[in-house]
T-cell receptor, first 112, second 116 residues
């Protein structure tokens, strides 16, 4: 079945860039997402990218997609303490009723 | 736009009782909604897909008689945890799939259920 994997922890200093990586297995993935979850809260959609795109930039966020290697990354420029959260990578194909498969989440720690 | 609400945001109930959680898409229509369960420090586990006007589709291992789902309108889905037990304590999150455009999925804020 489909699988999404990502590293569990990342620690960076305030002001540095953060790069969170994700790999997925479903070659029919159409949309790839990054969600942010703060403690005790639901998921916030940060950004998404279509499978026919290589890169998408939105303010401090840059998403890179390598479809050949099924690798997705999220870069956060000038990381702030408020960026500390869990970041989930997710993918969705065109089959299976639009089900979205989530990775385990990467916990980002930002040190002041 | 694209706001999804859940009610209640947290609930404590006794073993053996039933609890209903509501998920509403406030400013868009959603034929399809999803119910997820999240254990502490873990990812989201899809429990079921809720379709307006038809029966929900449950994922393998999820008891449909225990987790009753009703998608009564294009903006409301409910999850009822029947005969709750302490092991049902979890964070339940719903999401709604917008009925147009890129079919983006928007998440509710979650409901924390504690069964004593």
């Amino acid at each position: 079945g489909e699988d999404v994997e990502q590293s569990l922890f990342l620690s960076v200093r305030e002001g540095d860039s953060s790069v969170i990586n994700c790999t997925y297995t479903d070659s029919s993935s159409t949309y790839l997402y990054w969600y942010k979850q703060e403690p005790g809260a639901g998921l916030q959609l940060l950004t998404y990218i279509f499978s026919n795109m290589d890169m998408k930039q939105d303010q401090r966020l840059t998403v890179l997609l390598n479809k050949k290697d099924k690798h997705l990354s999220l870069r956060i420029a000038d990381t702030q303490t408020g960026d500390s959260a869990i970041y989930f990578c997710a993918e969705r194909g065109n089959t299976g009723g639009f089900k979205t498969i989530f990775g385990a989440g990467t916990r980002l720690f930002v040190k002041a | 736009g694209a706001v999804v609400s859940q009610h209640p945001s947290w609930v404590i109930c006794k073993s053996g009782t039933s609890v209903k959680i509501e998920c509403r898409s406030l400013d868009f229509q959603a034929t399809t909604m999803f119910w997820y369960r999240q254990f502490p420090k873990q990812s989201l586990m899809l429990m079921a897909t809720s379709n307006e006007g038809s029966k929900a589709t449950y994922e393998q291992g999820v008891e449909k008689d225990k987790f009753l789902i009703n998608h009564a309108s294009l903006t409301l889905s409910t999850l009822t945890v029947t005969s709750a037990h302490p092991e049902d304590s979890s964070f339940y999150i719903c999401s709604a799939l917008r009925d147009r455009g890129t079919y983006e999925q928007y998440f509710g804020p979650g409901t924390r259920l504690t069964v004593t």
